[in-house]
Each structure stands twice: as structure tokens, then as C-alpha cells.
């Protein structure tokens, strides 16, 4: 009898020996799958339209502001898809069929979207509206410009897409170089002490725009005086008219030419240099500058298109 309970006792160890075997190594296979999901890092971007969750570096990315996609470029982060109708001239490559055409900015083409699986879709105010389909997709980062505070803004974007892509240091970098440039031209902005008017032509009309609107950036960031501080700030601009423009008077006369900058020809230069406005000051001393419609227009707020702006505003000085 002793013989069989010491054989009971010995069976019933081995049991609980290799229960317990068999629980540490289910342990051990659980641990394995959490460690695996943390090395997977989320990145949580909240917007006015929704949330997104991020996996950090995204490989598919699919982008429909050019300012983002300029800042890409410059950080050597590969892209999948764009739009590629009126692309700007200095992102030309990304009209190569190595890149997939998901439609135009306004008219983004869902079904070459959804194809493609993006990990990421980067959209701003162009494309707000259509936030809810994006998101459908994938995961969709809404990018918002505040032009009232255009440098904070800039820079908050910019160090996003540093966070997500594994570059905060290559951005903040550029963030310090970009800041410097805008030192010296706001410096000698500040000093010639001349009175500027923005304004954009669109096929024989033209909208004016002053401190903290879209264009703003030429007042609020690189210096220059406002011939106009009252101007309506509204995304499309102020309306204007000619005997307008010659009554501010201003000093320098900053034109952008929409239709350019959506692939028509040029025109604003027959609109503006009438009788009236080469009464100003502007034409006068030869100081009406036609900015880069892309850059302007297009692409601002990104690392590369803001670097441009700045050379645009020095060049005028």
C-alpha cells in the first residue's frame, strides 16, 4: 500500500510539475506578442475633424497638401500617392508614374485611394470636407494653418511630421536655419520701413490681404508695414478695385497670380500695371514683385516652400 501511495504521490507531482510547465510557457508566448505590439509606437493626432492613430515611420503615404509634401521631400520620406494636376514646379518629380495620381486637390479619386492601402493620408482645409471619407481609408492627419499665428502654426506641423517620421532633428534643424533667414529679412524689412499691399489676381479681378490672413506672413513674419491695416481677413480675400489700390498708395505691390498657379496662363500683369495703379508709389520705383504662384499659392507652410517665400521677400528688399 505504501508502495502504490508513494507511486500516487510522485504521478500527482509530475502532474502539477508540467500544469505548471505548460502555464510559464503561455506566459512567456503572451509577453512575446505584447512586446511586439509596443515596439509598434502610436501617434494619436487630434484635429477639429476627427482622431487619428498613427503607427509611427508609415510606409504607404498618400498626401494632398504640398506643403507637407515639400517637407517629405526635404526629410527623404518616400511617398505613394499625390494628386498630381497642378503640381508645383519645384515638386515636379512627383509627377512621375512611380507615384500613384490619387486625383486633384479639390477631387480626390477614392477608389485609386483606397487601392493603394495607404498607412497615412495627410489632408488640409482644401480637402476638410471630405475628412470623414479619408478616414474611411486610413488613418487621416488633418493640417491645420492658423495665419494669425502663422510661425507657431508652421512650426507645430512641422515638428508632427518629424514626430511621426522619426526626423525631429532634421526638422528641428531646418526649424533653426528657417528661423534665422526670417531674422535677417525681417530685420531689413523693418528698417526700409515701406508700406506693402498684397493681392491676388484671378482672370481681371483682384482680392486684397492684409495682417494675419492667408498671405499675411509677409507682414506678420518678414516685417514689412501694412498700407491698409483694416482688410477684411477672409480666406478668398477682400475685394477690391483699382482706384483702391491707387488710393493706399502702397509702396510695394506683392501680386500672386492665381491662375497661374492652377495651370492657365499668366495674365496678372496686363490686370494690375493700368492707368490708375501706376499712379502708386509701387510702380513708380519699379517695387511691383509677382510672387511665386506655386510656392505661394500651392505650397506654403512647408519646410522647403517657406524657406523659398523668404528668399522672395529678401530679393524684393
Not at 487619428?52 to 517629405?72: C, Q, W
Not at 508700406?195 to 507682414?219: C, D, M, P, Q, T
Not at 483702391?244 to 492652377?262: C, G, Q, S, T, W
Amino acid at each position: 500500500m505504501k508502495k502504490y501511495s508513494m507511486l500516487g504521490l510522485l504521478f500527482s507531482i509530475m502532474l502539477v510539475l508540467a500544469a505548471c510547465g505548460g502555464t510559464s510557457k503561455d506566459e512567456g508566448t503572451s509577453k512575446k506578442t505584447s512586446g511586439s505590439n509596443a515596439n509598434s509606437e502610436t501617434i494619436t493626432v487630434k484635429s477639429q475633424y476627427g482622431e487619428a492613430k498613427v503607427e509611427k515611420n508609415p510606409k504607404k503615404v498618400v498626401v494632398f497638401d504640398f506643403g507637407i509634401l515639400d517637407t517629405l521631400d526635404e526629410l527623404g520620406v518616400e511617398v505613394t500617392g499625390v494628386p498630381q494636376m497642378a503640381i508645383p514646379k519645384y515638386l515636379e518629380k512627383y509627377s512621375d508614374k512611380k507615384y500613384t495620381n490619387v486625383g486633384s486637390l479639390k477631387e480626390p479619386d477614392f477608389e485609386a485611394i483606397h487601392e493603394l492601402q495607404p498607412d497615412v493620408i495627410f489632408i488640409s482645409g482644401r480637402q476638410a470636407e471630405l475628412y470623414d471619407q479619408f478616414a474611411e481609408i486610413a488613418p487621416t492627419v488633418f493640417i491645420e494653418y492658423d495665419y494669425a499665428k502663422y510661425m507657431d502654426s508652421f512650426k507645430k506641423n512641422m515638428e508632427l511630421v518629424g514626430e511621426i517620421f522619426g526626423k525631429e532633428d532634421q526638422v528641428a534643424t531646418k526649424l533653426k536655419d528657417i528661423d534665422g533667414k526670417i531674422a535677417t529679412v525681417n530685420k531689413a524689412a523693418t528698417a526700409e520701413n515701406k508700406k506693402a499691399l498684397i493681392v491676388l489676381a484671378n482672370e481681371g479681378k483682384v482680392s486684397a490681404y492684409g495682417k494675419s490672413s492667408r498671405f499675411g506672413i509677409i507682414h506678420d513674419v518678414f516685417g514689412y508695414g501694412a498700407a491698409d491695416e483694416n482688410i477684411e481677413v477672409s480666406t478668398h480675400g477682400q475685394s477690391i478695385t483699382f482706384e483702391y489700390i491707387m488710393e493706399k498708395n502702397p509702396d510695394v505691390l506683392f501680386v500672386i497670380d492665381r491662375n497661374v498657379a492652377i495651370g492657365g496662363e499668366s495674365g496678372a500683369k496686363k490686370t494690375i500695371e493700368n492707368d490708375l495703379v501706376k499712379k502708386t508709389n509701387a510702380y513708380k520705383n519699379g517695387k511691383i514683385i509677382y510672387l511665386n504662384a506655386d510656392t505661394w499659392y500651392l505650397s506654403g507652410g512647408g519646410l522647403k516652400s517657406v524657406q523659398l517665400m523668404a528668399d522672395e521677400i529678401e530679393a524684393a528688399l
